[in-house]
């Protein structure tokens, strides 16, 4: 057996001299095998992410794991999408935030998820909607990086440890609220998708005999449909796939007559479909930009920059850490001041134990070549630098310089999810030593302490990958207030105006508006319009003079007091205003005092 083990020579190939890489490449599953275990990926990835958030399973229609926040506006969000299909208007510029133009691209549109949008009208399908979404998004993470890690040369248990870290990393779950980062599962197919293509895989390099051109057009596909799903996660994979695509076609024209003209022409396809998709996503994201002024400043991006000690927090929503046998805290590592602090949630990168240690591991021992492992080591430490933004030395040597040169980089204000990259790369040298270690205990059958290290591995990423994030069920629309959505009502505002959570906020007005989908000045997203800023300043004296030249100015015809929301609140004073002179009448129903401008 040779020394060096997991080695390369000059033609990619393992220093091993024995036939252990030969009788490895022979139990690699082709055809139909490989097939079938790709299907039990995905089940098994809906299994987990079934049991993990078992209360939304059971109550899909008025449950969502997190806090009331973002999921209902991402719970609105594919709604739209339904009401667009249905009833057809301007996709980009949805009912709420009324009278912005193109508010749907105020954030992610999330649009990869289309095709949930052909069934359900009113909030609990939106809700239903949202959590079937909510699944497949943590089921396809798991299988996506199963395969890949499949692909690249890995064992079973190195893809099981991959999907686990991948799709439920202690960082990721300090996400269980934003679907649009944790739907991240067309990256690792896609990236799967084009190393198949070509026949690669990080133990032995490229192999053209393996390529399969019409997988390497279908990865590009597949990354076009991750691109559709938003930017916060996309615009770095684009950037990525922009200098893979240059390797790929340029190796392939070189080994043309290796890969065959058929491997050329698939990437040059695939590039295409990926450009032209990526090109018309970006036009309504940049006409709100030159609508509305958009921009995201350095000082944002300072406020939101992780601190080292962020690498070692590990969030609340980690059941194992902060709720398990350890029961630690999120500050045990942390100073307690930037904790508290803005984007407290975006700070939070801890990897998991098992991920990290075993990564580490992969450095020393490890299936893949040396020089791999130098490339992966070296990747997953520059890529952290850069996730730490303002905080590695002001990161005017790093985050700076993607944030002012890169085109679109400037709207990412959250250096931190970069983790993202840093768990793959950590989750391919792991691999590396599952899949060693799988090898010597074939190798060494007195070792039985192998066997036991790589389940204990296994079990402790599962663990660590156990939520214990919050379940909430946001309050039922009032039925007085679902008869005034139905129709054609006028352009309506809801008081008390509420940003954050609650029983009565934004989100959960916003979350009631998919019954009927009214036009409705309420709504929150991740770009708030000027327009919006002056008409809920204008609500704090409403009903008076100005307030409602504010509301007609803009063409709202309506205004809605919620009475148990206003209740005891500086609202409550909307009811005692005298309305002589102001051209409004006022009803009374069991929920609501509707005033109407006339």
């Known amino acids: 057996m040779g020394t060096e083990h997991g080695g390369g020579d000059r033609e990619g190939t393992s220093l091993i001299t024995d036939e252990r890489p030969r009788a490895v490449v022979a139990r690699v599953r082709t055809g139909p095998g490989r097939a079938r275990e790709g299907v039990f990926a995905v089940l098994t990835g809906f299994l987990l992410a079934a049991v993990f958030n078992l209360p939304v399973v059971l109550h899909p229609k008025s449950t969502v794991a997190g806090e009331p926040g973002d999921p209902l506006l991402q719970a609105w969000q594919l709604a739209w999408q339904h009401h667009f299909l249905t009833s057809g208007g301007d996709l980009w510029?949805?009912?709420?935030?009324?009278?912005?133009?193109?508010?749907?691209?105020?954030?992610?549109?999330?649009?990869?998820?289309?095709?949930?949008?052909f069934f359900g009208d009113g909030p609990y399908a939106a809700l239903l909607r949202y959590n079937?979404?909510?699944?497949?998004?943590?089921?396809?993470?798991?299988?996506?990086?199963?395969?890949?890690?499949?692909?690249?040369?890995?064992?079973?248990?190195?893809?099981?440890?991959?999907?686990?870290?991948?799709?439920?990393?202690?960082?990721?779950?300090?996400?269980?609220?934003?679907?649009?980062?944790?739907?991240?599962?067309?990256?690792?197919?896609?990236?799967?998708?084009?190393?198949?293509?070509?026949?690669?895989?990080?133990?032995?390099?490229?192999?053209?005999?393996?390529?399969?051109?019409?997988?390497?057009?279908?990865?590009?596909?597949?990354?076009?449909?991750?691109?559709?799903?938003?930017?916060?996660?996309?615009?770095?994979?684009a950037y990525l796939l922009g200098v893979v695509g240059v390797l790929l076609l340029v190796t392939a024209v070189r080994q043309r007559r290796r890969f065959g003209a058929r491997t050329a022409i698939a990437d040059g396809a695939g590039i295409a479909v990926f450009a032209?998709?990526?090109?018309?996503?970006?036009?309504?994201?940049?006409?709100?930009?030159?609508?509305?002024?958009?921009?995201?400043?350095?000082?944002?991006?300072?406020?939101?920059?992780?601190?080292?000690?962020?690498?070692?927090?590990?969030?609340?929503?980690?059941?194992?850490?902060?709720?398990?046998?350890?029961?630690?805290?999120?500050?045990?590592?942390?100073?307690?001041?930037?904790?508290?602090?803005?984007?407290?949630?975006?700070?939070l990168l801890f990897p998991g134990l098992a991920l990290l240690v075993v990564a580490v591991a992969g450095l020393f021992v490890s299936a893949w070549p040396v020089r791999v492992r130098a490339w992966l080591g070296a990747g997953a430490v520059a890529v952290t630098v850069f996730a730490l933004g303002s905080q590695f030395f002001g990161g005017y040597a790093t985050y700076y310089l993607l944030w002012h040169f890169l085109p679109g980089w400037d709207a990412l204000r959250t250096p931190g999810r970069l983790m993202l990259w840093v768990i793959l790369l950590l989750a391919l040298l792991a691999a590396g030593?599952?899949?060693?270690?799988?090898?010597?205990?074939?190798?060494?059958?007195?070792?039985?302490?192998?066997?036991?290290?790589?389940?204990v591995t296994l079990l402790l990423a599962l663990l660590e990958g156990v939520p214990a994030e919050p379940h909430s069920s946001p309050a039922g629309i009032p039925p007085d207030l679902a008869r005034t959505f139905q129709g054609s009502p006028p352009p309506t505002l809801i008081l008390p105006v509420r940003q954050g959570l609650g029983e009565f906020s934004e989100y959960v007005y916003q979350l009631?508006?998919?019954?009927?989908?009214?036009?409705?000045?309420?709504?929150?997203?991740?770009?708030?319009?000027?327009?919006?800023?002056?008409?809920?300043?204008?609500?704090?004296?409403?009903?008076?003079?100005?307030?409602?030249?504010?509301?007609?100015?803009?063409?709202?015809?309506?205004?809605?007091?919620?009475?148990?929301?206003?209740?005891?609140?500086?609202?409550?004073?909307?009811?005692?205003r005298p309305l002589d002179g102001l051209g409004i009448t006022r009803t009374d129903s069991t929920d609501l005092v509707t005033f109407t401008l006339r």
Not at 517 to 532: A, K, M, R, S
Not at 534 to 557: H, I, W
């Open 132 to 237: 079937a979404a909510y699944l497949i998004a943590g089921a396809l993470a798991y299988a996506g990086a199963y395969v890949l890690v499949r692909q690249l040369g890995g064992t079973w248990p190195a893809a099981v440890l991959a999907g686990l870290a991948f799709a439920w990393a202690p960082w990721r779950l300090s996400h269980a609220s934003h679907l649009n980062i944790l739907s991240t599962g067309g990256i690792a197919l896609a990236l799967f998708a084009l190393a198949r293509g070509h026949g690669f895989s990080l133990r032995h390099g490229w192999r053209p005999e393996l390529s399969r051109p019409w997988w390497a057009f279908a990865g590009w596909v597949i990354a076009a449909w991750q691109i559709t799903l938003g930017f916060a996660i996309g615009l770095p994979f």
């Open 93 to 117: 510029t949805g009912n709420t935030l009324f009278p912005a133009t193109g508010s749907y691209a105020f954030s992610d549109s999330l649009l990869g998820y289309l095709p949930l949008s």
């Open 433 to 455: 030593a599952v899949t060693r270690w799988g090898e010597l205990v074939r190798e060494r059958p007195d070792a039985p302490y192998l066997r036991a290290l790589i389940g």
């Open 276 to 347: 032209v998709v990526t090109y018309f996503m970006t036009i309504p994201y940049r006409r709100v930009v030159d609508q509305y002024g958009f921009t995201r400043s350095w000082h944002e991006v300072q406020q939101f920059s992780p601190p080292p000690q962020g690498l070692l927090a590990a969030p609340t929503e980690t059941w194992f850490w902060q709720h398990g046998p350890f029961n630690l805290k999120s500050g045990v590592f942390a100073d307690p001041g930037w904790l508290s602090a803005t984007g407290a949630s975006e700070k």
């Open 512 to 576: 009631w508006s998919t019954d009927g989908f009214p036009p409705l000045v309420n709504g929150h997203n991740g770009l708030l319009p000027p327009q919006y800023g002056e008409l809920v300043r204008a609500t704090k004296t409403f009903p008076d003079a100005r307030s409602v030249a504010v509301l007609r100015k803009y063409g709202v015809g309506q205004v809605v007091l919620l009475k148990a929301a206003a209740a005891g609140g500086p609202y409550a004073q909307v009811l005692t």
